[in-house]
């Protein structure tokens, strides 16, 4: 049996999956353009769209053990061993809303890079219901396999243009939980940036560990971006890992911070939905730049 949060894309238990967790080819090979199907109508007044004339932006694949894994790419057309930062997807896999925060953050100076992270499971843009891209494709990505492809994601980066010294991470929703964990995974991370990622949740085969479990444990600060009106989110939670960070005897970990957006719900930062919240999602994306160059990125 399985309770699903809708806004967070979070499973809180897990039956056994249809499918082995073995070696997979991708099902998805290539990414396609515009928005997921699950967001339309896209909320066209506050969408924002970020230029790529002065950039190299497109698709790319990211070699693997099992073949090659679509990603989108941006960084300064000019130039060369830019800053990397991975750009970890929400429930709706890298639609138009990741490609351009991917450019936005190419126009600061980074390589983005935006894998798509259900590429064996499936494609969540084609769903245009939330509830089959949880139970189709999300319930099967197992955090194992996540890790993995970022970690190609960063050889790949290495001898393609990126600077994987000065390595960073951020993520939305279901990317910003796995934000907390690759930070605790990769030790060459040097920062993260986690926008209202779910922190606990019962542990199961696919996700045997939460960001609770691994506060103690960052090899970069997280900065944890989340809105006090996030109904999937619980706020103790929230107040937990704010806890549990400061009591850490590891420094990446006690660096760490928690900020919280009292009148903000889920995904403020997504523009092309209802919940975008302005104020909050400048706010926060300034803090995000703060705190990379604060740790080096």
Same mark, same amino acid.
């Given at each position: 049996?399985?309770? =699903?949060?809708?806004? *967070?894309?979070?499973? #809180?238990?897990?039956?056994?999956? %249809?499918?082995?967790?073995?070696?997979?080819?991708?099902?998805? =090979?290539?990414?396609?353009?515009?928005?997921?199907?699950?967001?339309?109508?896209?909320?066209?007044?506050? $969408?924002?769209? *970020?230029?790529?004339? &002065?950039?190299?932006?497109?698709?790319?694949?990211?070699?693997? $053990?099992?073949?090659?894994?679509?990603?989108?790419?941006?960084?300064?057309?000019?130039?060369?061993?830019?800053?990397?930062?991975?750009?970890?997807?929400?429930?709706?896999?890298?639609?138009?809303?990741?490609?351009?925060?991917?450019?936005?953050?190419?126009?600061?100076?980074?390589?983005?890079?935006?894998?798509?992270?259900?590429?064996?499971?499936?494609?969540?843009?084609?769903?245009?219901?939330?509830?089959?891209?949880?139970?189709?494709?999300?319930?099967?990505?197992?955090?194992?396999?996540?890790?993995?492809?970022?970690? $190609?994601?960063?050889?790949?980066?290495?001898?393609?243009?990126? &600077?994987?010294?000065?390595?960073?991470?951020?993520?939305?929703?279901?990317?910003?939980?796995?934000?907390?964990?690759?930070?605790?995974? %990769?030790?060459?991370?040097?920062?993260?940036?986690?926008?209202?990622?779910?922190?606990?949740?019962? $542990? =199961?085969?696919?996700?045997?560990?939460?960001?609770?479990?691994?506060?103690?444990?960052?090899?970069?600060?997280?900065?944890?971006?989340?809105?006090? #009106?996030?109904?999937?989110?619980?706020?103790?939670?929230?107040?937990?890992?704010?806890? =549990?960070?400061?009591?850490? &005897?590891?420094?990446?970990?006690?660096?760490? #911070?928690?900020?919280?957006?009292?009148?903000?719900?889920?995904?403020?930062?997504?523009?092309?939905?209802?919940?975008?919240?302005?104020?909050?999602?400048?706010?926060?994306?300034?803090?995000?730049?703060?705190?990379?160059? *604060?740790?080096?990125?």
């Amino acid at each position: 049996m399985q309770e =699903t949060d809708l806004l *967070t894309g979070e499973y #809180q238990s897990l039956a056994s999956p %249809n499918e082995p967790l073995g070696r997979r080819g991708f099902l998805v =090979t290539a990414l396609g353009a515009g928005f997921a199907l699950a967001v339309q109508p896209v909320q066209a007044q506050t $969408a924002i769209h *970020t230029d790529d004339w &002065d950039l190299d932006a497109g698709e790319v694949r990211i070699p693997t $053990a099992e073949g090659f894994m679509p990603a989108y790419r941006a960084q300064p057309a000019e130039g060369g061993q830019f800053p990397v930062i991975l750009v970890v997807q929400e429930i709706f896999g890298v639609h138009e809303y990741i490609k351009d925060t991917c450019r936005r953050l190419a126009q600061l100076g980074y390589q983005a890079i935006a894998p798509e992270l259900y590429a064996r499971q499936g494609d969540p843009r084609q769903y245009a219901n939330i509830g089959d891209i949880l139970a189709k494709v999300v319930s099967r990505v197992p955090d194992s396999q996540v890790m993995s492809d970022l970690d $190609a994601c960063v050889a790949w980066s290495k001898v393609n243009g990126g &600077d994987t010294a000065r390595l960073g991470v951020t993520g939305f929703c279901w990317g910003g939980r796995i934000t907390w964990l690759y930070a605790a995974h %990769n030790p060459n991370v040097k920062a993260g940036v986690a926008w209202y990622g779910r922190l606990t949740a019962d $542990a =199961t085969a696919m996700t045997p560990r939460h960001p609770l479990d691994l506060a103690g444990k960052l090899h970069g600060p997280v900065l944890g971006l989340y809105g006090g #009106q996030d109904t999937g989110i619980p706020q103790d939670t929230v107040e937990r890992m704010r806890q =549990t960070l400061a009591a850490s &005897d590891n420094p990446a970990s006690r660096a760490s #911070q928690i900020h919280v957006y009292p009148n903000a719900p889920h995904a403020f930062h997504a523009d092309y939905r209802p919940s975008y919240r302005e104020v909050e999602a400048l706010d926060g994306w300034q803090r995000l730049q703060d705190w990379f160059k *604060t740790h080096g990125l």
